[in-house]
């Protein structure tokens, strides 16, 4: 549910990284915001609470064009890890335009990647949208690890629409910003339909 800021000649457009605990979505935050231009991005706010944090900034990316001479600013969001703060998830959710999914390529987090997607369809489906039918990028984070599974198996066990898929180790960059451009593209390509 993008916003247009008429005065400012902005469209606003959410995207949020969705995942398992400490997957990798705050890293992917912190690396976007650390190497973007400081002129055109906001504040990177920290809500933290006992056991996990939701980050977000926004930022106007200068390379993606206009939609009917407007620029876009993103808005990019995480949400806790941990399933016990659901509330919270659904509430960030709200008004989203993209998704992208960290799941954690080691093999003993399969189960919470399966489950945290899971919950993302529940959460989804309670705000009114269809993640088949919504921006939506997987991204598998944490691949230098020993343990990481290989590519194929986890496409087959987290793969849900054919969807664009990006490898990625967040703490160095790799990744980071291929999976951001990918949903912005995709959450463009949806504006301009409605534009």
């Not at 993209?98 to 899971?118: C, H, I, P, T, Y």
């Not at 997987?138 to 690890?145: A, E, I």
């Amino acid at each position: 549910m993008t916003f247009i800021n008429y005065a400012a000649r902005e469209i606003n457009c959410k995207i949020v990284y969705y995942g398992p605990g400490l997957g990798g979505k705050t890293t992917n935050l912190k690396w976007i915001f650390g190497k973007s231009n400081p002129a055109s991005r906001g504040k990177l706010i920290s809500l933290a609470t006992e056991t996990d944090r939701t980050l977000f900034f926004d930022f106007l990316p200068l390379d993606l064009g206009t939609i009917r001479g407007f620029k876009t600013r993103f808005h990019l969001y995480t949400v806790p890890g941990q399933v016990f703060y659901d509330a919270s998830r659904k509430l960030i959710l709200k008004g989203v335009d993209g998704v992208v999914f960290v799941a954690d390529s080691q093999a003993a987090r399969m189960e919470a990647n399966q489950e945290s997607l899971k919950n993302l369809q529940s959460n989804l489906k309670d705000q009114g949208y269809n993640l088949m039918k919504i921006p939506y990028v997987l991204q598998l984070n944490k691949r230098d690890t020993a343990s990481a599974m290989a590519l194929e198996e986890m496409k087959r066990q987290l793969l849900i629409k054919n969807e664009p898929v990006f490898e990625a180790v967040a703490h160095s960059g790799t990744g980071v910003f291929d999976t951001l451009k990918a949903i912005a593209r995709m959450v463009l390509v949806e504006l301009r339909k409605t534009a």
